[in-house]
């Protein structure tokens, strides 16, 4: 019996036929999933008795790692008696896109694609609402180290016009559109004399 786990069709515990190989597993579970990670597939083998000289080691961990992996394939490697086959999935980072946050109709992730500028990610997040700060626009740039770069820019108009240089975008960059109304200071009347509680208030 070998057991097959991860991101196959159907993972589960198979039985094992004479000279059946890790190809024939993963065509038995249905092949790998779309979120199957290609990269290596690692088999978790019970050590022979006579090979078990040292308390604690009954089990080694064998990675597979091939270029018939890579390109779709399936090595015919021959599996073992209650060998556990792992199967890891495709990483959860997202890239080839910006995030464009603020004062935009459609805030969220936008695909980078080729020559992706600042006011072309505006008009894919649905462009400026109304009130938008003209004065500066926020890029964060994020750099190889995993620090981050604030860059500005300026825009012309409402439409989301660049002002000057049209930054051209890289990924991971985020954006933030400002409104007009987060730059005016508070407006409050002061209230003083016979009431409860005199003051200001906005």
């Known amino acids: ?48 008795p006579a090979q078990r000289r040292v308390q604690g080691r009954d089990r080694v961990l064998l990675d597979v790692a091939s270029a018939e992996l890579a390109a779709g394939g399936v090595p015919s490697l021959k599996l073992e008696a209650g060998d556990v ?34 006011s072309g990610a505006l008009r894919r997040a649905g462009g400026l609402q109304a009130d938008p700060y003209l004065g500066q626009v926020l890029i964060s740039r994020l750099e190889s180290d995993s620090t981050r770069t604030p860059l500005r820019a300026t825009l012309r108009d409402t439409l989301g016009t660049v002002a000057g ?16 109304t987060e730059f005016r200071p508070v407006r409050y009347v002061a209230i003083a004399g016979a009431v409860r509680k005199p003051g200001q208030f906005p």
């Open 165 to 180: 240089n049209d930054l051209a975008l890289r990924d991971g960059d985020e954006i933030v559109v400002f409104s007009r």
């Open 1 to 48: 019996m070998v057991r097959i786990a991860g991101e196959v069709t159907r993972p589960a515990t198979y039985e094992l036929k004479e000279g059946e190989t890790l190809a024939d597993l993963v065509n038995a579970a249905g092949g790998f999933n779309a979120t199957a990670g290609r990269q290596h597939v690692q088999i978790e083998r019970i050590t022979p």
């Open 85 to 118: 086959i792992r199967v890891f999935p495709i990483s959860l980072a997202v890239t080839q896109r910006v995030t464009v946050s603020g004062n935009v109709w459609l805030p969220g992730f936008v695909g980078i694609g080729n020559g992706l500028t600042l």
